[in-house]
């Protein structure tokens, strides 16, 4: 029987079979008769006590098993992940690279500092060496200074050299005293100021501003870089403005000379007109213009205007309003417009950019001939193929194939859906037939009603009819799931019937039901008797008398008194069981209990007890005073009476009674 071995947690380590060594943890686990078990116990005992003394750590650790490294003679606990050092310190020469967490410590044995590990890096902890060095020599990383050194290395550096040397424009040099100041005063066009900077974080910060005054009084400003000076804000000149080459405003072309030309001959693009020569130029050039404008429309109609005297005006027409701003007149398509006809300018499309509202119920009519009209009437929408028989297509674009997705056929009146069709409200159907031609029904709702609204119930059967093909025979004809209700009952029948009818539904006979189990307070059978299959040795007639034996299961009996008899061939079962073993040649029923036929050689009379006789197959009258008589010989007692010798079928009830 194999071991399972679990923590003590509960987790399950390792199931160790019968006659087997699992090593899937550090010590051996052994299974039952396992031979060799000592030596394994005795090694893993070895293993616990030196706690696995190696240079390399076990290879199947589980948690909080320990571990002595002995490459740095420490002991070790393993978290999950890592063997862990269990004292806090980990001495080594080199930085430990395994197993880091923030937190540990290190000393480093080659500089003889202990080092604490953050997170990323290890930081020194100490010991901290303290340095008196009035000159600070050894200028070093890791050690601190003295109260004393620091007091001695500032006073040398700082106190003995308390002065500022401060050098004027004329090379003259003056030595400021740290704790006398230097004053720094204006002088033309320049001013100086002082303040404290109060938003200063760690220092107060200490101000001098120079400024140059706004107003400055010079000689002469040039440009710093020969180029030109650039002035950004306007200039106010109380004097003369003298120019010895050219003159350039805000950036545009650089004028160089005023001109007094009446021709304006020169064209100069660099130099200014006088007014008085624009005036002259501009009164010589419209002298001798025209001042009527003339013009006509398309139908030859004609105007004109004087210029200057009179004004044009343009007016509205159909549809169109005019609007004159400034020196341009707008012409505007109003908002509402009335056309008889509107045509594409290109001659293939008109692109509408918003939704069109169309006013009148006559709505819109397409087509060269009419064919197709959408109009309103009261709260009702009609469209119409007016085309004699014509039918009305919805098409889609079905992944860039135009395909008709609903088709109103117009001399059936049919609507054809080339897809799926949901509707999310209720479908009412309100014709005579309605046709599924779908391969798979399938119906959400748990239930289904049938003959609903009914007036009548009387004489209506209401059910399922499966269309078989209607014959001549009880087997090629309907067969059916009815509620009969002159009988009150469920049935499963065959049937003429194809639906077409209503009323009382013509059973012809009715059909077997198989179901996996059958639950009920009652059932009840036309026939009397209950029968189970058996294979016979031979081939067996109904009312023959069988029992257990043979070369199959059953066989025919052939001697009288016969106490290993077991039932009769069965005619119309009522309770059949055992029904798939075969067919009624190989596996006939055999009636045990119940009434049924029985052959029987007389004289015999009707409650007479029978049982087998000598002739195969075949009972007689059972004579309880005869000297081979036992009860378990009775087969049961006759329903019926047969006064001759010869053998005949009868009604019997089995039982041994």
Known sequence: MAYTINKTNGTVVATVE????????????????????????GE??????????????????????????????????????????????????TTPTQSLRTGVLWYDTSNSLLKLYNGSSFVTVGPITVLDEDNMASDSATAVPSQQSVKAYVDDVVISSNTLPVVGDDSTTIEVPFTTGLTVKGGTNISTTTDIDSSAELITAYRLTVSLDSNITVNQIGALD???????????????????????????TVVNSIKDEDTMSSNSATALATQQSIKAYVDSAVSGLTTTFSFSDSASNTGSITLGTTDMEFRSGDSITTTVAGTGVTFDLNETISVDQINAGDSSVITMGAPIRVLSDSGITLGADDDVSLTQSGANFTLKNKTEDGNILIN???????????????????????????????????????????????????????????????????????????????NQQNAALLWDESANTFAFVFTPEDGTTAGNVTISQYAELRVS????????????????????DSPMDIGDCVKIGGAKEITKTNKEYDTDVFGVIA??????MNSDAGDDKTHPYV???????????????????????????????????????????????????????????????????
Request: glycine share 10%.
């Open 517 to 536: 189990e059958l639950t009920g307070k009652a059932s009840s059978a036309t026939y009397a008797d209950l029968a189970e299959r058996y294979e016979a």
């Open 396 to 474: 889609v674009n079905d992944g860039g194939v135009d395909s008709t997705a609903v088709t109103v056929t117009g001399s059936t009146k049919a609507v054809t859906f080339a897809g799926n069709c949901t509707v999310q409200g209720d479908l009412n159907v309100n014709g005579t037939t309605f046709t599924n031609n779908s391969e798979t029904l399938t119906i959400t709702d748990p239930l289904i009603v049938l003959n609903q609204g009914a007036s009548i119930i009387q004489g209506y059967d209401a059910g399922i009819i499966v269309d078989r093909g209607v014959g001549d025979s009880a």
């Open 591 to 657: 009636t045990l209990t119940g009434r049924t036929v029985c052959k029987v050689q007389g004289p015999i009379s009707k409650g007479d007890r029978i049982c087998a006789s000598d002739v195969p197959g075949v009972a007689k009258k059972c004579d309880i005073t005869h000297e081979k008589f036992h009860t378990l010989a009775i087969i049961g007692r006759s329903l019926g009476s047969h006064h001759t010798t010869d053998v005949a079928m009868i009604e019997v009830v089995l039982g041994r009674n």
């Open 44 to 93: 893993n005992f070895i293993a616990l006590l030196e706690n696995s003394a190696n240079s390399s750590a076990p290879s199947n650790p589980i948690t909080g098993e320990l571990w002595y490294d002995s490459t740095n003679n420490a002991l070790k606990v393993y978290d999950g992940s890592y063997f862990q050092y269990i004292n806090s310190v980990r001495p080594s020469a």
């Open 226 to 252: 020969s180029s030109a000076i650039s002035i950004t804000s306007p200039v106010q000149i109380t004097g003369a403005l003298n120019t010895d080459t050219s003159l350039r405003i805000a950036g545009s």
């Open 571 to 576: 005619e119309n079962p009522a309770f059949k």
């Open 18 to 41: 019968d006659g087997t060594i699992n090593n899937d943890t550090t010590i051996s686990l052994v299974g039952q008769n396992y031979q060799g078990y000592g030596e394994a116990i």
